[in-house]
């Protein structure tokens, strides 16, 4: 090999806690020295890991750390590593993304963005939709959430004791719309219609005119 060889590699630097090897400066052609500190060194701590033999991983990176790839996953489950472990005392599969400010204010943003599908879902395997598979095309492309047969979804804004709490609820008995003290508003440029039954009974607004129809219509 020529002494101009015009891309020298440099020797990665290795950061090995417990036998565990923690990010570096790249696996070539950057020293660390990057100035977004992207690619820097990571400062780790001292408490970077758990007991020998507990299992855990832990580290910690004063900076960014970063990692790139055509795919990526994070799973947690627990399946048995080995054919000795017993599945029924191990912990419950918990994945957590958090961003949280150690002095407790409302510092730190999560962002999970996709160009085509975001899909947010819960429930056992077996109800999931079939095009959960995440190299399935993508028919309807936005946000989907889903949840199991026996499961709720539950949106609140606001705590309990605060009198302008809203919530959307949606379980087996229905869908629960609660603005509390607050306003309800349905709003539309061309028309609202509430109806049950197929339209047997219905309430229409339109611009011009609003038409309230059903086997008996009571007004008190």
């Known amino acids: 090999m020529k002494d101009d060889f015009a891309y020298p590699c440099r020797r990665r630097p290795d950061l090995t806690v417990n036998g565990s090897t923690l990010l570096g400066a790249g696996s070539g052609g950057d020293d660390g020295g990057d100035p977004s500190g992207v690619n820097d ?5 001292d408490d970077h890991g758990g007991d020998d033999g507990d299992g855990g991983d832990t580290h910690y990176v004063s900076g960014t750390w970063e990692r790139d790839a055509s795919q990526v996953i994070l799973f947690a489950t627990d399946k048995p590593t080995s054919p000795t472990d017993d599945v ?3 912990p ?23 160009n085509g599908l975001v899909r947010i879902t819960s429930g056992s395997s077996s109800e ?13 492309p936005g946000i989907q959430m889903q949840v199991g047969n026996d499961q709720e979804i539950r949106v609140y ?22 603005a509390n003290q607050g306003m309800l508003l349905l709003t539309s440029k061309k028309m609202i219609k509430l109806q049950v039954a197929g339209g047997t009974s219905a309430i229409i607004l339109t611009p ?4 309230v129809k059903g086997p008996i219509i009571t007004l008190n």
């Not at 705590?159 to 379980?171: F, P």
């Open 41 to 45: 060194v990571p400062k780790v701590d």
């Open 88 to 90: 029924q005392n191990a």
């Open 92 to 114: 419950e599969p918990i994945a957590i993304l958090a961003a949280s400010a150690s002095d407790g204010s409302e510092k730190g943003n999560v962002a999970v963005r996709g």
């Open 128 to 140: 999931v939709r079939a095009d959960e598979d995440p190299e399935a095309p993508v028919s309807h």
């Open 157 to 178: 804004r606001g705590t309990e004791d605060n009198s302008l709490m809203g919530r959307i609820e949606m379980s087996d008995e229905g869908i629960w719309a609660d």
């Open 208 to 211: 011009s005119r609003v038409i």
